[in-house]
């Protein structure tokens, strides 16, 4: 069927010659028929724009905060011996040295550099490892649970890991529902999904992308009045802001610093750290034999 301008009878004869010889609308025509959309319309596309906008930046907050989580558990479980090794050479040095000099702030500086060796324990000493931002961390639910500790392999998950997590977040972000019943799913859905990237677990992040796929399909989002669609448009600049927060609270805290120097490759800065670390223990060694000689 033809479709005429207004006010002109409409042909059915699929072959009138007038038809071919009409000239499709042009940009002038195309830009008036755009013009009369509704500003309803044009303000639930920035909705969704800014819906997807704000999902991508919470998918590079979540994907830098658990690079510090693990760099940060893995520095304390590879690096941690060295770190204690170097405090008791530190430590014997200046009593091998005080025990040579008798001198009373030789003394001093080994006492001192002993109760760093030993120091009374504390709360962070006492639940190292058990806790993290979010409460206790995955290793002592683990525990708790019964289930097995399995502690990330390297700071940054591999590259499909991170694809698979970026899609998951991308298709089941709970900001994306409509309802709280839907809400809560894709917010269970979503911890579970955090839970798998943060270990790199490829295998899971495959299950519960086939999970999802299987589940029930959200409805598409119907189009709000223009009261709700700005409402909406403030929660989400009021998220951004929180997020921001969050954010540059990472890239200042002393890890964040640290990623910032292999942005690249930082499980090799790990390995960096720890030749550095085993140079100064060879060092401390070397100072200890020649003064205990």
């Known amino acids: ?71 940060s558990r893995l520095h304390h479980q590879r690096l941690g011996p060295m770190y204690t090794r ?10 091998a040295r005080a025990a040579k000099t008798g001198d009373p702030e030789d003394l001093r500086k080994a006492e001192e550099a002993r109760s760093v ?6 709360v962070d000493e006492l639940f190292h490892d058990w806790m993290d931002g979010d409460g206790l961390s995955p290793e002592a639910s683990a525990m708790l649970t019964d289930q097995p500790v399995r502690p990330p392999k390297r700071v940054r998950p591999a590259e499909e890991a991170r694809k698979l997590y970026r899609d998951l977040v991308r298709r089941a972000h709970p900001d994306l529902a409509q ?15 955090n839970a798998a990237y943060g270990r790199g677990d490829e295998a899971v992040l495959r299950e519960l992308a086939e999970e999802w796929e299987a589940g029930p399909v959200a409805p598409q ?68 034999a020649a003064l205990v000689q």
């Open 117 to 122: 060796v030993m120091p009374m324990p504390g």
């Open 1 to 71: 069927m033809t479709h005429e301008a207004p006010g002109v009878p409409t042909s059915r004869n699929d072959d009138d010659p007038q038809d071919e010889a009409r000239p499709a609308a042009g940009p002038e025509e195309a830009a008036g028929a755009a013009g009369r959309e509704r500003p309803e319309a044009r303000l639930a596309r920035a909705v969704r724009v800014a819906e997807q906008a704000l999902i991508e930046f919470e998918i590079a907050v979540e994907t830098f905060r658990v690079e510090v989580e693990n760099f």
């Open 86 to 95: 170097l405090d008791e050479l530190d430590a014997q040095i200046a009593e």
């Open 221 to 288: 989002p119907e189009l709000s009045e223009a009261d709700e669609l700005y409402a909406r448009l403030e929660w989400l600049s009021h998220r951004k802001e929180l997020l921001t927060e969050v954010a540059q609270d990472l890239e200042e805290s002393a890890i964040g610093a640290m990623l910032r120097m292999a942005p690249d490759d930082p499980d090799h800065l790990l390995e960096e750290i720890a030749e550095q670390l085993l140079g100064e223990v060879s060092q401390r060694e070397a100072e200890l």
């Open 179 to 193: 309802d709280e019943t839907e809400r809560t799913r894709r917010d269970e859905f979503i911890a579970r999904v």
